[in-house]
């Protein structure tokens, strides 16, 4: 073991070093503290997990009997416990969160909780739709569906700053849910889908000194402004373990496996002027790539992947109809945090809807293909090999 250092506390020693660090690992063996400079949690830290279980198991002695089936009993209690007899009312965005959050909150209290599901009109194509038809028929939960998509795109349209686009969704999402909770009567509390990395992004659980890194979350304001409380069942949890609880509580696969969605939606994915035109079409371009990576097989291994709607018009070479660039984007990350860029083993290129009948291809316009490299991508290295790929979609 290395010399103790000036540098680090009384009583500890330097475990191990990097050329970056030169307290990388440092402990101290009578009082059992152990202090490190790297994170043993993401995928990029060779053994990290090893070294993590090492602790928990022979160091601090847990058994490691905790289940998600345990977990469940014990929300569902503290659930019924904060409530009460009280009136619970749940922003559903119809992404995995939001919607385990109901269900666990559904099962505890029952009849007493309403969700309110906001389409903003920025949501993947039949999301609305496919989520209102599996809450109502499949589990009898009381849900009021909202299109209030022409009032969110008309104060979108034009607007291409992405934080005045984000504000101004938030914004709108609070007037209207306010409105359709007034309907109802109103509530004591209110349910979101908090996780985890939202809180330790926004504030630190323990009180501790993390950067701030969200400017909004959820329905940022409305506790307050509606004299709620929060219920948050779901706030010491990673993605991974919302998923098991969602499996747990009967959610079918299809829908427990979804990738990640932004509140905001497609607005952020259009980067410039948002249009009902470009959002169609970004729309219809995210629905066919996601179908492809669903064709060969990859939806389950890739954490997220999606289109953007580049702000570039292509010319010509497509009948009267104009063209656009989309940028197709998938990704893996460890927990919903760390993204880590690999390769994506597609071999043949995706298709153009909605071809212009007298388009001529000319080798200048032929979508550029994600190739498969066998050897660098293995099983446990998905990613994107080239993040500029992109192909074009015609508007016509």
């Not at 914004?171 to 509530?187: N, Q, S, Y």
């Not at 993390?210 to 010491?236: C, D, F, W």
């Not at 994506?344 to 550029?368: E, T, Y």
Request: charged share 25%; hydrophobic share 40%; proline share 6%.
């Amino acid at each position: 073991m290395a010399t103790a250092s000036p540098a680090i506390p009384a009583g500890f020693e330097v475990v191990a070093t990097s050329p970056n660090a030169p307290f990388a690992f440092i402990a101290n063996e009578a009082k059992k503290f152990y202090a490190v400079q790297f994170h043993p949690e993401v995928v990029h830290t060779p053994d990290g997990a090893k070294l993590l279980a090492n602790f928990v198991h022979k160091i601090a002695g847990l058994k490691g009997d905790w289940s998600m089936a345990a977990y469940r009993d014990k929300a569902v209690a503290e659930i019924r416990k904060q409530v009460g007899d009280k009136r619970v009312i749940c922003g559903l965005s119809g992404g995995v969160d939001s919607s385990v959050a109901a269900l666990l909150i559904y099962e505890a209290v029952g009849d007493q909780l309403t969700c309110i599901l906001v389409d903003h009109g920025l949501m993947r194509k039949n999301e609305a739709a496919d989520v209102v038809a599996m809450f109502k028929e499949h589990y009898n939960l009381h849900l009021v569906h909202v299109d209030a998509s022409d009032m969110f795109i008309n104060a979108l349209e034009g607007e291409s700053d992405p934080e005045t686009k984000r504000k101004t969704i938030g914004r709108l999402f609070i007037d209207v849910f306010e409105a359709e909770a007034k309907k109802l009567g109103g509530a004591d509390f209110l349910a979101q889908g908090t996780l985890y990395p939202d809180v330790i992004e926004s504030v630190s659980f323990t009180g501790g000194p993390s950067v701030t890194i969200k400017s909004h979350h959820n329905v940022g304001g409305l506790p307050a402004r509606m004299n709620m409380q929060l219920v948050e069942p779901l706030r010491e949890l990673f993605k991974d373990e919302v998923r098991i609880l969602g499996k747990e509580l009967g959610l079918p696969d299809s829908f427990i496996g979804r990738h990640p969605f932004p509140g905001p939606g497609l607005a952020i994915r259009c980067p410039g002027g948002i249009t009902r035109e470009k959002l169609e079409i970004l729309r219809e371009a995210d629905a066919v790539y996601l179908d492809e990576i669903r064709k060969a097989g990859l939806y389950d291994a890739i954490w997220q992947a999606f289109a953007v709607l580049l702000p570039v018009q292509t010319v010509g070479v497509m009948g009267d109809g104009r063209t656009y660039r989309i940028r197709l984007r998938p990704s893996r990350r460890h927990l919903g945090r760390r993204h880590d860029g690999g390769l994506l083993p597609l071999r043949h290129g995706l298709p153009r809807p909605r071809r212009h009948p007298h388009h001529q291809r000319s080798p200048r316009h032929q979508p550029r293909r994600l190739r498969c490299d066998k050897q660098a991508a293995g099983h446990d290295r998905v990613g994107v090999k080239d993040t500029t790929t992109a192909a074009s979609f015609a508007a016509v």
